[in-house]
């Protein structure tokens, strides 16, 4: 779009630096309490490490979410095509407030969670993914996320919503969570339906789910050898048995 000035200029030119435009692209981000590693014990008696992603470990998580998003079943495909984007908004800092947690059992990635602040009070739930089936990693990771909202961010609701069933039936159904009016609430994943969680619903009913739902409860802190052992992302287990 061009138009004359309506005064006379003494440049016709102006330029700017990329760092001067950066500022307005990128969201300054809000101070945000870091989310304290936890561990808990798995169905198999392995223990999983629940840390946040290092900035650093981005290019590496991108590896592997390349080749998930091209498994074809039980939704992998598009939840990792999902889950590449936002971990790349992360990365080149295109996403207000994310937070990137990943589950680890000696080291193997197995699981991971993710979201964003929409505000302060509204904690937006991104994606949530077992890379090991079967020991309920994918339960313990969301609900891992949904307590750093409500217990260390003091977020008062949650929104998430669902692309797989077994991702509905796990906290749709496993939380009872309802959901506000459609379309007049869309969830930023596809304009779906906006499923929530408040923090007087946390407190009176969500908040035992992981032990209700796998036994095993949340520990804190995680001893430092433990940390250590799970410092780096060594491997991921094979995807050929998701
Ligand atoms: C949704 C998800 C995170 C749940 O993870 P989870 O809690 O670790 O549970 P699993 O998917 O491993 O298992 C679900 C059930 O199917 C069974 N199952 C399915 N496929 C299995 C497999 N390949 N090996 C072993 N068990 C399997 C499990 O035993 C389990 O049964 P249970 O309910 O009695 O415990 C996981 O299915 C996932 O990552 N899906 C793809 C991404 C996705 O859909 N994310 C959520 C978007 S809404």
Same mark, same amino acid.
Request: charged residues 25%; proline residues 7%; negative net charge.
């Given at each position: 779009?061009?138009? @004359?000035?309506?005064?006379?200029?003494?440049?016709?030119?102006?330029?700017?630096?990329?760092?001067?435009?950066?500022?307005?692209?990128?969201?300054?981000?809000?101070?945000?309490?870091?989310?304290?590693?936890?561990?808990?014990?798995?169905? +198999?008696?392995?223990?999983?490490?629940?840390?946040?992603? /290092? #900035?650093?470990?981005?290019?590496?998580?991108?590896?592997?979410? @390349?080749?998930?998003?091209?498994?074809?079943?039980?939704?992998? +495909?598009?939840?990792?095509?999902?889950?590449?984007?936002?971990? #790349?908004?992360?990365?080149?800092?295109?996403?207000?407030?994310p937070y990137t947690l990943i589950g680890l059992v000696d080291g193997t990635f197995v699981g991971f969670? /993710?979201?964003?602040? $929409?505000?302060?009070?509204i904690n937006i739930s991104l994606h949530t993914m077992s890379l090991r089936r079967g020991l309920r990693?994918?339960? !313990?990771?969301?609900?891992? $996320?949904? *307590?750093?909202?409500?217990?260390?961010?003091? /977020?008062?609701?949650?929104?998430?919503?669902? @692309?797989?069933?077994?991702?509905?039936?796990?906290?749709?159904?496993?939380?009872?969570?309802? *959901?506000?009016?459609?379309?007049?609430?869309?969830?930023? #994943?596809?304009?779906?339906?906006?499923y929530y969680i408040t923090k007087k619903y946390w407190e009176s009913t969500v908040k035992d789910y992981?032990?209700?739902?796998?036994?095993?409860?949340?520990?804190?802190?995680?001893?430092?050898?433990?940390?250590?052992? /799970?410092? @780096? !992302?060594?491997?991921?287990? *094979?995807?050929?048995?998701?």
């Amino acid at each position: 779009m061009k138009l @004359e000035p309506p005064v006379e200029v003494s440049r016709d030119t102006l330029t700017f630096d990329v760092s001067e435009i950066e500022p307005i692209l990128q969201a300054p981000p809000t101070d945000i309490k870091p989310f304290p590693p936890a561990m808990i014990e798995l169905r +198999d008696g392995s223990t999983m490490v629940v840390r946040e992603a /290092n #900035l650093e470990e981005a290019p590496q998580m991108l590896g592997y979410v @390349e080749q998930i998003m091209k498994i074809e079943h039980d939704f992998y +495909d598009i939840v990792g095509a999902r889950i590449y984007a936002e971990i #790349l908004g992360w990365y080149r800092k295109r996403l207000k407030d994310p937070y990137t947690l990943i589950g680890l059992v000696d080291g193997t990635f197995v699981g991971f969670a /993710n979201g964003r602040l $929409k505000s302060d009070k509204i904690n937006i739930s991104l994606h949530t993914m077992s890379l090991r089936r079967g020991l309920r990693i994918g339960a !313990i990771m969301y609900y891992v $996320k949904a *307590s750093y909202g409500f217990e260390i961010l003091g /977020n008062e609701e949650w929104w998430a919503t669902y @692309e797989s069933y077994n991702g509905w039936k796990r906290w749709g159904i496993g939380m009872a969570q309802p *959901s506000y009016p459609w379309p007049e609430y869309q969830h930023e #994943l596809g304009g779906a339906r906006v499923y929530y969680i408040t923090k007087k619903y946390w407190e009176s009913t969500v908040k035992d789910y992981i032990k209700e739902y796998t036994g095993a409860e949340l520990v804190r802190p995680v001893p430092e050898d433990l940390l250590e052992k /799970n410092a @780096e !992302i060594k491997e991921v287990p *094979s995807f050929d048995k998701i």
